[in-house]
């Protein structure tokens, strides 16, 4: 294969973008967001205006995207303020129109190539000592002119333009930058973003690395992606990958690789096609174990039946079921697994329905005969199996070991059944739950006291309810992958997209053949069980040599292994090689969890190894400690939002109090589902930032003790011309961090090698 993008994509994209300039620092975008800009020199670029809402209706048909945007602005002041209303257009961006109203009036627009938008960007950060614009230095520019803006009148701006998606072999990109919203006074009232994509082909594989989004499959090959939401502020530009291509599983890979000496990493999608995947579901068998002992009475053994009748009524024709309950000893509803018939059903749902509460917890006996049942009623079967075990307290009676629970466990497991396990109220051994399902191929889950149990379960079987794929592995050929998480991928469902993660080797990478663009063209390779048959999927795609496209899967894949060293930390107890890489990867990427809390900490001398390493330690000790009660599942819920994270963390805004918390320091924010925010840290540019006194510190310039290394350090005043010409210098990612800096601020930070101290 001599090039693996069709030719009649490359066409059209010359055709639209031909005489268009895209630089390497920009991402191709599917358009930009317009602002309100003050003319006064001494009012902010924010804090005077507010948008009310912003609804963006994009519509893809064969990779051209035809936006339309209506947003509505309102000037929070008490006096009117003249200003003028900027739409920066990053390159590609081609704008067919453009209109802004402002009660009613018609306000024309003027186009300025990105020669003069600098110009402008940095005439306005000049007169405001304000570097907020700086970011969109290289960027064109539509501007009006000035306009009154009276107190509580909303000014109406409508923009429609067209432009082309980025695509990579069959996978298609579609990006919306939101960022310019934090610069609003006020939080959203509604933020609305809808991509309607309709293709030639089957869509299979859909995704936002930025938004929670909800999809509305209008059939095979057309489906309209909703993000919304409300009371916000957007810091993150939206962006959207779909995979139009007719196969029988999607696989899409997207890679990021900084330099050349670095090892790339890689996310890669794997979903079923919509279209062929309710045809290919295989009957499984379950096993539903639930604990009835005696502090499951009231609420919580009503809540289990719910759960069980749920499940019970949800089988597939050719499903085979059992239900054990258990407290001091286990009792199966039938003798052995039965097919899902009505009858079956009825007679289970009958016998759960007159359950009470009673005795303690024999959770080794119950796992035994779960085991057992699976494996002597169809072990040899090719059809998945599934235990859905629920404990609310620890082992009281019979083997209370956890260890000999374990292994025995995993002994007994001779079907290869996966066990979801959920773990109820703060009576639980988390430790014990988290490796049960480790070792057998599940995940665990936890529910508050005050949560309802028959949702987290129904929640996990909608999601396992028809399998399509068994016992997925996945390869590229040509590129080692290595730290692949999750580490075991278990079963592929319909409706369900699997997000895998991982680094690629960088020698593998420069030992790629390239195609006569210098893309390393290599094959993604998805095997397991499929329609009853061991099968493997292959795929081209394309690895592209230091590719900056999508930095957001190096952070993806930080998140996700920040999860596993919490893990091993909990599992197996503090060791060097694993605080060592948990505080390198959380200082880099600024993810902050209870147990990295002491990064925020502005006693912590950053630029000290040993200090930090230290309190890392003092805090692995806690980790390890926390087995029960509600500090317990804090943290086993905390690492299970690590673990299966499928977007990257939102920046900051200097005007939020620091970044969210994943997880919880304090049991009555965790009890009341609140967020917490972790002051003295920013995440902006791709970059964290940390607050020491009046400083903020990149994490790429943490190493630098300003007395000591006086000499490595460069010292600009902001505003100056040797500011400016820093700032035409860098990229994007690096000009949104010197757009955070705020007056009084200083900022440490390495760009190209060079040390810069601004103030």
Not at 71 to 84: A, D, S, W
Request: hydrophobic letters at 40%; proline letters at 4%; charged letters at 25%.
């Amino acid at each position: 294969m001599s090039r693996s993008r069709d030719l009649t994509t490359r066409q059209l994209i010359r055709h639209w973008l031909i005489a268009v300039a895209v630089t390497a620092a920009a991402v191709s975008p599917a358009g930009a967001d317009g602002m309100i800009v003050p003319i006064r020199p001494d009012i902010p670029v924010q804090g005077h205006w507010a948008v009310t809402y912003h609804h963006v209706d994009i519509t893809v048909r064969q990779q051209v995207a035809s936006v339309s945007i209506t947003q509505e602005f309102v000037n929070t002041g008490k006096g009117m303020i003249e200003v003028e209303y900027l739409f920066p257009v990053p390159p590609g961006a081609a704008i067919n129109s453009m209109t802004l109203m402002v009660n009613g009036k018609e306000f024309p627009a003027k186009l300025m190539k990105a020669d003069e938008a600098r110009r402008i960007y940095e005439e306005i950060v000049r007169r405001k000592k304000d570097p907020a614009l700086l970011e969109y230095a290289g960027f064109g520019l539509y501007r009006t002119r000035a306009f009154p803006l009276e107190p509580g009148k909303p000014a109406k701006v409508v923009v429609n333009y067209r432009t082309i998606c980025k695509k990579d072999t069959s996978t298609v990109e579609v990006w919306y930058p939101l960022n310019t919203e934090k610069f609003s006074a006020k939080p959203i009232r509604d933020v609305t973003v809808r991509v309607d994509v309709e293709s030639s082909a089957d869509i299979t594989t859909v995704y936002s690395p930025s938004h929670k989004i909800t999809i509305d499959r209008k059939g095979p090959r057309r489906l309209v992606a909703t993000y919304h939401a409300v009371n916000v502020t957007p810091t993150a530009d939206f962006q959207l990958f779909y995979k139009s291509a007719n196969e029988e599983i999607g696989a899409t890979l997207l890679t990021y690789q900084a330099t050349e000496a670095e090892d790339g990493y890689f996310l890669m999608l794997v979903s079923p096609n919509p279209r062929t995947a309710s045809t290919k579901i295989i009957a499984k068998d379950v096993v539903l174990v639930l604990d009835r002992s005696g502090s499951m009475g009231g609420e919580k053994i009503a809540q289990a039946r719910e759960a069980a009748a749920f499940v019970l009524n949800n089988l597939n024709e050719g499903d085979r079921i059992n239900v054990l309950v258990y407290s001091d000893a286990v009792e199966a509803v039938f003798t052995e697994l039965q097919p899902a018939t009505g009858k079956v059903v009825e007679t289970a749902i009958a016998r759960i329905g007159s359950l009470q509460a009673g005795g303690a917890t024999d959770i080794h006996a119950a796992l035994q005969m779960a085991m057992k049942m699976l494996s002597e009623g169809g072990g040899k079967d090719p059809r998945p199996k599934y235990i859905i075990f629920l404990t609310d307290g620890l082992p009281t009676v019979g083997t209370t070991d956890e260890t000999v629970i374990l292994s025995e466990a995993k002994k007994a497991n001779t079907a290869g059944a996966r066990l979801f396990a959920f773990g109820v109220g703060y009576d639980v051994n988390v430790r014990m739950l988290d490796k049960l399902v480790l070792d057998n191929g599940g995940r665990s889950d936890y529910v508050k006291p005050s949560e309802p149990i028959e949702a987290k379960v129904g929640s996990l079987y909608k999601k396992i309810k028809n399998p399509v794929m068994m016992g997925l592995k996945v390869a590229v050929h040509g590129v080692k992958l290595v730290d692949v998480y999750p580490r075991e991928l278990g079963d592929l469902f319909e409706g369900d997209q699997l997000v895998i993660v991982g680094r690629l080797a960088a020698k593998d990478i420069q030992a790629l053949d390239e195609d006569e663009d210098g893309v390393g063209v290599i094959q993604v390779v998805v095997t397991g069980t499929y329609d009853g048959k061991e099968r493997g999927f292959e795929y081209p795609a394309n690895i592209f040599k230091m590719d900056k496209r999508y930095p957001f899967v190096q952070t993806l894949w930080a998140v996700r292994r920040i999860g596993w060293l919490l893990d091993q930390i909990q599992l197996h107890g503090e060791s060097k090689e694993v605080v060592d890489e948990l505080i390198r990867l959380s200082l880099t990427h600024g993810i902050i969890t209870p147990y990295t809390s002491f990064l925020a900490d502005e006693g912590t001398a950053l630029n000290r190894p040993t200090a930090v390493r230290a309190a890392a330690v003092g805090n692995a000790y806690i980790l390890a400690d926390e087995v029960t009660g509600g500090a317990g599942q804090r943290g086993a819920k905390s690492r299970q939002k690590l673990n299966t994270a499928k977007r990257v963390p939102e920046p900051s805004r200097p005007a939020d109090n620091g970044v969210a918390m994943v997880g919880n320091a304090s049991q009555d924010a965790y009890d009341r589902g609140e967020q917490e925010q972790v002051a003295n840290v920013r995440r902006v540019g791709g970059q964290a930032l940390y607050r020491r006194g009046r400083q903020w510190v990149a994490a790429n310039a943490t190493q630098i003790d300003l007395e000591r290394d006086a000499d490595k350090v460069v010292v600009i005043e902001r505003m100056s011309e040797e500011y400016f010409k820093l700032a035409r210098a860098n990229t994007v990612a690096e000009n949104q961090i010197l757009a955070s800096q705020q007056a009084a601020e200083e900022l440490l930070i390495e760009l190209r090698g060079q040390v810069y101290q601004i103030r």
